[in-house]
Every structure is written in C-alpha cells, then in structure tokens.
C-alpha cells in the first residue's frame, strides 16, 4: 500500500476549544481562563488544547472539561471547527468548538484557582486570544436555537428550582423579558415539570414552589413538543 501521500503532506494541529455556560440565577456567564503559555500568555481564552494522537475529539473535549471543571458526564455539543489559515500565530491549527452547560454551583471553586479561571456574564466578555470572541457567539446563538426546542437549558439549573428562577434563565439566555403569566401557563402546559411540596422562601414572604425536571416523562412525550419558549 502506497501512503507516500500521506507522509509528504503538511501536518497541521488540531485543537479542542471549549466554551462553558453557568448561570447564576440573573446572569448568563461563561467561564475563561487566563492562557498559561505563549503566544497570548497572562491574555483570556476560552479552555482547550490540542487533540492527542490516542483520542478522538469528543474524548479530548471531555478530557479539557474535566480538567477545568473536575465534573463529569455534563451537557457538551460538538459546535463546529474553526480553520482560518492565520487563526493562531504559532502554527497551523485547525480548532474544533464544543459547548457545554454546567450547574456553576457545582464548579470546584479550587480548580478555578489553579487555572485563573473566572466566570464572565457574556455582556461584560473581556477580549479574548485568537478567534476565541467568535467561537464564543458562535456558541452563544447555538444554545439559544436548541433551548427553543430542546430541554437542555435544565442543565444550567439545580435539581430544584422555581418557576420564576426558570424564567430567569430563559430571559438570560435571550437577552429579552418574558411575560410572565405566559411563560408559567407555557411551561406547565409542557407537563414535564413536578411540583415539589416544599417552597424557597428567600425571594418573597408568600415563596414559591419548587419544580423539578421530569426527564423520564419528556422521553415519553418529546415528538409533541414543537417548542419549549
């Protein structure tokens, strides 16, 4: 078999990025890291690195997620490569994006110390390395399209949560108000919501219940539902 083609061809890098969305319970933030190396050393960057010769690309994406976060089994997306010819000074490296959803109170507030990570609401981003400001919006109009139909912004949310903590989200995630008696009728029309007998008490006198995602139930009705907002 004859791969001179093969050995004569150009190496080029490939790299994973990994852009990650928390909620805070007001805010949509992404979590950056400040780059440890050069070129761009001490500048803000989205996580990554580059793709070993013993692992495909999802298992280096989860691979860079679990270094930054120490979590896993989270939401993550293939989102698409990036491959301008002069995106990286040093070489040439072809990135394939990824996005993931974490519960940001469950991040490993040592691993943000050990790798100067820090959560940014998108509005306040600083500027970022490379193309690393458009992967970012990339992903930010990705999340948008699949929480229109997909119940994947749960994933930003804890277990429990209430239903105007819920909206919340959804209005952080659009950058727009939601009428609320809409939202709420919308939302338990879904039926994959379960009410908890228990209340949070810290926003209000009267408090609010708490709800639960019910992801058995969404299994069995998905096809009917067209959208969640």
């Not at 761009?40 to 580059?50: A, C, H, P, V």
């Not at 995106?87 to 490993?108: C, M």
């Not at 306040?124 to 999340?143: G, V, Y």
Request: aromatic share 12%; glycine share 6%; hydrophobic share 35%.
């Amino acid at each position: 078999m004859d791969l001179s083609s093969y050995h004569n061809h150009y190496r080029i890098l490939v790299a994973v990025d990994c852009i990650i969305f928390g909620f805070d319970g007001t805010q949509l933030k992404a979590l950056l890291i400040k780059r440890g190396f050069e070129p761009e050393k001490g500048k803000w960057s989205l996580m990554g690195g580059f793709v070993r010769e013993d692992e495909g690309t999802d298992e280096a994406a989860n691979r860079v997620l679990h270094q930054l976060t120490g979590m896993k089994g989270i939401y993550m997306e293939q989102l698409c490569a990036f491959g301008d010819v002069d995106r990286d000074p040093a070489g040439r490296v072809i990135s394939i994006a990824y996005f993931a959803l974490i519960n940001i109170t469950d991040y490993n507030k040592q691993l943000q110390l050990e790798h100067e990570a820090k959560w940014f609401p998108l509005s306040e981003s600083p500027e970022l390395i490379f193309d690393h400001q458009k992967l970012l919006l990339k992903a930010q109009e990705r999340l948008r399209e699949k929480v229109a139909c997909d119940p994947i912004g749960f994933e930003l949310l804890p277990p429990k949560f209430t239903l105007p903590r819920l909206q919340s989200l959804y209005e952080a995630i659009y950058e727009m108000p939601f009428d609320r008696r809409n939202f709420i009728k919308k939302m338990r029309s879904l039926g994959v919501l379960n009410k908890l007998n228990e209340k949070e008490r810290g926003s209000s006198r009267k408090g609010a219940y708490y709800y639960e995602f019910n992801n058995q139930h969404y299994n069995h009705v998905y096809k009917s539902i067209k959208k969640f907002v």
